[in-house]
């Protein structure tokens, strides 16, 4: 049974970082491409970046809105996906949740809040 794990969540003010971490089960995470996404308040649920696998290769990807403040990381031995968040502002107030694709099924952490406030 694959199961993700999403913790690390918090209050911190504008400028502040954050380190989130997914705790993935069930399958070798290192041969699959992981991702995190956040839904807003009152809004849909955003992608934000894509990390993929050795086996499918290419390099990871980041939504604009991110770029050059987050970065993700992993821990293939321990099956932990990181994602390690600088700089932050209000607009990035969201749950946060990774996410991996596993036999044509989609599968998703519980999500943890980042709330973004002075």
């Known amino acids: 049974q694959v199961q993700l794990v999403d913790s690390g969540g918090g209050l911190v003010q504008p400028g502040g970082s954050l380190n989130l971490s997914c705790s993935v089960s069930?399958?070798?995470?290192?041969?699959?491409?992981m991702r995190w996404y956040r839904q807003a308040p009152g809004k849909e649920r955003e992608w934000i970046v894509s990390?993929?696998?050795?086996?499918?290769?290419?390099?990871?990807n980041y939504a604009d809105s991110v770029k050059g403040r987050f970065t993700i990381s992993r821990d293939n031995a321990k099956n932990l996906f990181f994602l390690q968040m600088t700089t932050l502002k209000p607009e990035d107030t969201a749950v946060y949740y990774c996410?991996?694709?596993?036999?044509?099924?989609?599968?998703w952490g519980q999500g943890t809040q980042v709330t973004v406030s002075s």
């Open positions: 990390d993929p696998s050795r086996a499918a290769g290419g390099t990871t």
């Open positions: 996410q991996v694709k596993y036999l044509d099924r989609t599968y």
């Open positions: 069930g399958l070798k995470m290192s041969d699959y491409s």
